[in-house]
């Protein structure tokens, strides 16, 4: 796989339930094979991406010495799966130009990628798919939508959802009427089926319906009743510990007993990041200082290859700080000269423009965000596999 450029989708939950064991991906990273995070299907994977990364997360501690960093496993949910699909110019990442894709969670630990990996259902505040909220905490859903959401009740904690998009066929079926489509598709009524399908159901007789789960992972206790309880899955590791990411105590939604405080970045020199490769010290003191945090052992080697915010920053192009000082009297100078030729310019273009106002006098402003349909939908990411070496 590495020698051909190929990805590995992981799958871990379902890989132990089915098989009691699941992919060597210390050999596939060794071998320099991308690996990305997937739930797999319903009946033996997990119902989202973030409960699927606390058994990445179990495996990794447990099982790998914790080979793969907090950074890592992060990078397995976000740009590497939009990589190994050839999606990458379009989603994975926070830039100007993609697609707006984002997920919101409540700060609850000092590293961002610790925070993602231990998030549950309740830790989401808002998801936002192409620019539009689609599902997050009332208050913001309310902030953003207005009343255009409907309620969704979790174990001690609520969510606002719309899932209607009138831009696509069907996209007017709200929630409820999604919910209550699947639920009666879970029964396997033999009337509904024949109705449905208009097929006969003499071949599903024995077949037995079952009640539609939550969509939810907190407080599902059929869900971790079938993965504690599977000799199987718990070959290799005791996947009671799973139990653990979702046993916190909350108050309507909200963790309680945390206080993070997250010291404030002075932006305005630049791009915060340090270059992660270059560790000479700047004098005698900070190489002592170096030593003492080399010798804590609190963080791996391979945390030290990424800095705190590289998912985000090594795709933003931030200004330096000597970039800064370009802004004096010659690019000042330049500004006009550049202001100058635009205005020459339009007086040039005046007289076509003028034509074309004369065939047609009707001006349209539109504004996006009143319309009752969208007025520009992107086109799809490229579905085609990327080149083969041979075809490049």
Same mark, same amino acid.
């Given at each position: 796989?590495?020698?051909?450029g190929?990805?590995?989708?992981w799958s871990p ?6 098989y009691?064991d699941?992919t ?6 060794q071998?320099?094979?991308?690996i &990305?995070? $997937?739930?797999?299907?319903g009946?033996s994977?997990?119902k989202?991406v *973030?409960?699927e990364?606390? !058994? =990445?997360?179990? /495996?990794n ?13 992060a990078a397995?949910?976000?740009?590497n799966?939009?990589l190994?699909s050839?999606?990458h ?5 926070i830039?100007?130009?993609l697609?707006a ?9 000092q ?5 993602l ?9 808002l998801?936002?798919?192409n620019?539009?909220?689609v599902f997050g905490?009332v208050?913001?859903m309310s902030?953003l939508k207005?009343?255009?959401w409907?309620?969704v009740e ?15 066929p069907?996209g007017?079926? &709200?929630? $409820?009427t999604?919910?209550q ?6 029964? *396997?009524?033999?009337?509904? !089926? =024949?109705?449905t /399908? ?5 071949s599903?007789?024995s077949m037995?319906g ?14 971790f009743?079938?993965?504690?309880g ?5 070959t290799?590791i005791?996947?009671a510990?799973?139990?653990?990411y979702?046993?916190?105590p909350?108050e309507?939604?909200d963790?309680?007993?945390?206080n993070v ?9 630049g791009?915060?990041?340090s270059?992660?490769v270059d560790t ?5 003191d ?16 391979r945390d030290?290859?990424c800095?705190?915010?590289c998912?985000?920053g090594e795709d ?9 000082s370009l ?6 100078l ?7 030729l ?13 034509e074309?106002?004369?065939a047609?006098q009707t ?10 349909q969208?007025q520009?939908?992107p086109?799809?990411?490229p579905l ?9």
């Amino acid at each position: 796989m590495g020698q051909a450029g190929a990805d590995l989708a992981w799958s871990p939950l379902s890989n132990l339930l089915l098989y009691g064991d699941t992919t060597d991906v210390v050999a596939a990273d060794q071998a320099g094979v991308r690996i &990305s995070l $997937a739930p797999d299907w319903g009946p033996s994977g997990s119902k989202n991406v *973030l409960h699927e990364l606390k !058994i =990445a997360d179990m /495996w990794n501690t447990n099982n790998l010495a914790s080979y793969f960093s907090d950074y890592e496993l992060a990078a397995m949910v976000t740009k590497n799966p939009a990589l190994a699909s050839n999606w990458h110019n379009y989603v994975g990442t926070i830039n100007a130009g993609l697609y707006a894709d984002l997920v919101v969670l409540d700060t609850f630990h000092q590293d961002p990628y610790r925070n993602l990996i231990e998030a549950i259902d309740a830790d989401v505040r808002l998801t936002i798919v192409n620019g539009q909220p689609v599902f997050g905490d009332v208050d913001l859903m309310s902030e953003l939508k207005g009343d255009d959401w409907e309620l969704v009740e979790g174990p001690g904690f609520n969510k606002a959802v719309d899932v209607t998009d009138r831009s696509i066929p069907e996209g007017t079926q &709200s929630w $409820a009427t999604i919910l209550q489509d699947m639920e009666m598709a879970m029964e *396997l009524n033999p009337d509904d !089926i =024949a109705s449905t /399908w208009s097929s006969s159901t003499d071949s599903y007789s024995s077949m037995q319906g079952n009640v539609l789960n939550s969509i939810f992972t907190t407080g599902d206790a059929r869900h971790f009743g079938v993965i504690t309880g599977s000799n199987h899955a718990n070959t290799h590791i005791n996947l009671a510990q799973l139990e653990n990411y979702y046993d916190i105590p909350m108050e309507n939604g909200d963790r309680t007993g945390v206080n993070v405080v997250l010291e404030p970045q002075d932006n305005t020199g630049g791009s915060t990041i340090s270059d992660p490769v270059d560790t000479t010290p700047v004098d005698d003191d900070n190489s002592d200082d170096s030593n003492d945090d080399a010798d804590t052992g609190g963080d791996s080697a391979r945390d030290s290859e990424c800095p705190p915010n590289c998912i985000l920053g090594e795709d933003v192009e931030d200004a330096s700080a000597e970039e800064s000082s370009l802004f004096g009297a010659e690019a000042l100078l330049a500004i006009i000269v550049i202001a100058l030729l635009v205005a020459i310019g339009l007086i040039t273009r005046n007289t076509e423009e003028d034509e074309e106002m004369d065939a047609d006098q009707t001006v349209i402003i539109e504004k996006e965000w009143n319309d009752e349909q969208k007025q520009f939908i992107p086109e799809l990411p490229p579905l085609a596999p990327p080149p083969s070496i041979e075809e490049e």
